[in-house]
């Protein structure tokens, strides 16, 4: 469970989080729905310690993401609005295979679960392949599997269709739904699109860094989603 306590986060004097509270449980898929500017990006980056409160406790299965951001990162996995800021190595398999790399997983113990990985996303076609001449689709593929092969309890997904077309629009969305349905993998989806919500149980509506509505989606009409400035 990640626990959001009073939370507050000023980036210099702005105030961009406004007292958040907001529980999310094992295994459920979360939507945090917003206009561009309302503080999505920023309450994400809190689930896995990229920022930390200026005011107020982000909690991650015990743990306080001020006290230990390593094992906080390895339970929440993150994936950004562009996939490229999170490709490090030229080569996809190698790119995937950089976080197991970096804790100190065997060599062999690394190939199996990269090539695990790559057929899971049904993209082994892709291991070869330089990161810089793959399609954005494939990019945040790669993105995907490198958060995968880590086995985090929770991904967090930052505006996943801005930059895909609708037939990779509809790829990603069936593969988080099912990451969420078979490997009850907790989700958080932020977006500011009605039409990526389809998926997630819950639905978290922000507006101007505060929590306007959290609830179950079936409880969620029209008048919230236009007092958060959204298209309905
Ligand atoms: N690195 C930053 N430095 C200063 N201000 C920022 C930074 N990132 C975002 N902001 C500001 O914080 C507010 C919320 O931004 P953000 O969390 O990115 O919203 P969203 O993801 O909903 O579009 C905006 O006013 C934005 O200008
Ligand atoms: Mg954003």
């Not at 105030?15 to 007292?19: D, E, K, Q």
């Not at 490090?88 to 080569?91: D, L, M, P, Q, R």
């Given at each position: 469970m990640i626990q959001i306590k009073n939370l507050y986060f000023k980036y210099e004097d702005e105030?961009?989080?406004?007292?958040i509270n907001l529980r999310l449980n094992d295994s459920s898929y979360t939507a945090i729905i917003g206009a561009n500017g309302s503080g999505k990006t920023t309450l994400a980056k809190h689930l896995n310690a990229l920022l930390l409160p200026t005011k107020g406790t982000v909690i991650v299965d015990e743990i306080d993401t001020k006290k230990d951001q390593f094992n906080v990162r390895k339970n929440v996995g993150f994936i950004f609005q562009s996939p490229e800021d999170q490709l490090?190595?030229?080569?996809v398999e190698e790119d995937i295979a950089f976080g197991l790399e970096n804790i100190g997983i065997e060599t062999d113990a690394i190939k199996n679960k990269v090539r695990t990985i790559l057929r899971l996303l049904n993209i082994e076609y892709l291991a070869k392949k330089n990161v810089n001449m793959i399609s954005a689709g494939q990019k945040q593929l790669t993105a995907l599997a490198g958060v995968l092969v880590m086995e985090p309890k929770y991904i967090v997904f930052d505006e996943p269709t801005t930059t895909l077309d609708n037939k990779n629009k509809r790829n990603i969305m069936g593969i988080i739904a099912k990451l969420n349905k078979k490997d009850k993998i907790g989700i958080i989806l932020v977006t500011n699109l009605l039409s990526d919500i389809k998926y997630a149980e819950n639905v978290v509506v922000m507006g101007e860094g505060k929590i306007i509505f959290n609830d179950k989606k079936s409880k969620l009409n029209k008048s919230i989603l236009k007092k958060a400035g959204l298209d309905v």
């Open positions: 105030l961009v989080l406004n007292n490090v190595h030229s080569i």
